[in-house]
């Protein structure tokens, strides 16, 4: 039985040198990141059996793609293409406007997976199957494969965690609410950030509130609630049990995959029998040691994030 299970795509990420321009650079580093691979990272760092299940085209970025997961200890399942591309996307820091992302995710193998193209028997097998919301958003044809996995794994009692990830959606609220309804009643663990709950749902105010309205509206186990402002402490909410953890301080090196280093990491915990609460204090370690981290995914071990949880020096 594979411990997480993760399905989605992946993207090149291209950045100049801080401070230069897209136009002007000579350099790009190369990084590779996605909701559902970096969480996959997360979690075999911290020592789960983790898996990622995507399609990319059979070209050397594809194949770089594979061989970067795979350098951080994920299995993957890839379903080879012979057409479309993979995605890419460019990213500048530095200048007036502080951060620049440039996109190109049109005509990639990706967008068309279906559920016959991915081992559904994987996902049937594991312990827990994770997909945000940038994976049904992107064709109709993965919503309908996100809904086919979501039942499937349903009916073999597999746990079934689901990220909202509005913002990477690139949909309008409405649009985004109408594709939550038609998933999330197949959800057993939902993570919404409270600007999605906001902004999707109308849930202002009081995060606590929020977050037992989406439980009640999904009947959902367990629910996440991590916040828009780093300081806050992120909230979990199971039952009538309401848990609070604050983030752990350390230097932003990188802000990309910090969210889904937290996600990686409270899903660990939970695998491992973590309290709720014992697991969002495992996330929000990970969350901070990616922070420490340039690039898309958390680099290091269980040992570094046990540091970071006990106050120790990474």
């Known amino acids: 039985m594979t411990d997480l299970v993760t399905v989605g795509d992946a993207t090149l990420r291209f950045s100049p040198p801080r401070g230069e321009r897209i136009e002007t650079t000579g350099e790009f580093a190369a990084h590779v990141g996605g909701p559902e691979s970096n969480v996959a990272v997360a ?3 911290l020592g789960l059996d983790a898996a990622w299940l995507s399609k990319l085209p059979d070209t050397p970025l594809g194949r770089r793609v594979v061989g970067e997961l795979r350098r951080h200890g994920v299995r ?9 591309r993979a995605s890419t996307t460019f990213v500048e820091r530095g200048g007036t406007a502080g951060a620049r992302t440039v996109p190109d995710r049109t005509a990639t193998a990706f967008a068309t997976t279906t559920a016959e193209d991915l081992p559904l028997g994987v996902v049937r097998d594991a312990e827990t199957l994770f997909v945000s919301g940038a994976t049904p958003a992107r064709s109709e044809a993965l919503l309908e494969t996100t809904a086919t996995l979501l039942a499937a794994a349903g009916e ?20 985004a609410r109408d594709l939550y309804d038609h998933l999330l009643d197949d959800v057993d663990v939902l993570i919404v ?10 849930l202002d105010g009081d995060v606590v509130p929020a977050g037992h309205s989406l439980r009640t509206r999904y009947d959902c ?3 996440v609630v991590t916040r828009t402002e780093r300081r806050h402490p992120t909230v979990g909410l199971q039952g009538e049990e309401i848990y609070e953890v604050p983030p752990f301080e350390t230097e932003t090196r990188d802000p990309a995959g910090v969210h889904d280093a937290f996600v990686g990491g409270f899903l660990a915990g939970r695998h491992r029998g973590e309290t709720v609460k014992g697991a969002l204090v495992e996330g929000a370690a990970t969350a901070a040691l990616k922070r420490t981290i340039v690039g898309d995914v958390v680099v290091g071990s269980r040992e570094d994030v046990e540091a970071i949880r006990d106050g120790r020096t990474v």
């Open 193 to 202: 950030d409270e600007s999605d709950a906001e902004r999707v749902f109308g």
């Open 156 to 175: 073999a009692d597999t746990t079934r965690a689901f990220d909202t990830r509005f913002e990477a959606t690139g949909l309008a609220p409405d649009r």
């Open 221 to 223: 186990a367990t629910v």
């Open 43 to 45: 979690a075999a760092t």
């Open 76 to 84: 993957t399942g890839v379903v080879w293409g012979d057409s479309g």
